[in-house]
């Protein structure tokens, strides 16, 4: 099985940046009309099944996204999100890898634009990550015709954040999803799957002990220890209600926007590197860390060191520190190297490099 997640976060780093250079709203829907697919179910159904009813033409067809490929994924995600039953047939098809010629003809106008020895492995992802898509959908639009599909893929795969994503559509399809694989990969309380986990593991039950990608692992560790003993306590009576997993799924996760009062709240603000639109206001948080300058240096210090404090915000305390001591920082940052979060040691390497 490939390995899908790097490239999966990578698609969607860049679609989130070439979106902010287009004109606003871009909707998915405004995406595909753009491409001359009908912004409708029915439209939308339609192209997966035969590709365009009216091929663009070169001279017409938008840049973005440039992998057109990408349209297919833009129309699962308006199917899923639309809960759309229609679309159950030709969704267990693409998760099956079985294409139709619509999906075909962007495939092949992608790898087109490929050196013939790299169009085999680019083909082999573009399956896996429409596949990774069809299944999210099916799970969302919660058909059990496509249980079996989605077991067998949820047993089959390796990969743990995936199969995460397919136990979670397991339990929106009102199968037995495996918790006991959720809680043991939330018990590594490493980052990467333990977060995915944590976070599906709340999407099936309701309950989260809020490890987040910028948890600390010491705090991972402690909130590890709460699912374990929860899962414990619970597991002989628990059921899954595949209605409230949907809702959960359905429901947007809105971080609260923290006032910029505290040099916490100034350094998490400034640390949200992708703020397009302004919703935290970093760029305001990063003027007035500027104005405290080294008066802040004291509270600084505190944050570096302090091995509970959330990543971003020690992160970004750290950069500060290393540029307002200059070569001075050096020391700390040497011992910093040695900090058991792979991102803090990271970060310190990489700016004593700075520094030289």
Known sequence: MIRLHNHCYSWLLFLLITRATLAQPQTNLDLLAAHNIAPSASGIISFLHSGWAVLPSKATMPEFPTEKTQLLILAIEELGKARERRAVD???????GKLSDGVEELIQHDLARLPLERQATQRQFMLALLRYNAVNALGLIGDARALPVVQQLATEETNARLKCRYILALACLGGAPDINFLAAQIKRANQAESVTAAQIFYLITGVSYRLTPTTPLKARRLAAEKYETWWRQNRETFSVNPGAVIRRRL????????PLTSLRNLLDAAGHILDINGQYQSYEARQQLETLGPSMLPDLEKIVWDEME???????????????????????LKKLRKDKNPEISQLARSLLLNLR
Do not use: F, H, M, W
């Open 310 to 332: 959330d990543l971003r915000i020690r992160r970004q305390a750290i950069i500060y520190y290393a540029q307002l001591c200059g070569k001075k920082a050096k020391r700390t």
């Open 251 to 258: 429901t947007p996760s809105v971080e609260a926007k923290r």
């Open 90 to 96: 030709v969704l267990l098809n693409i998760a099956q």
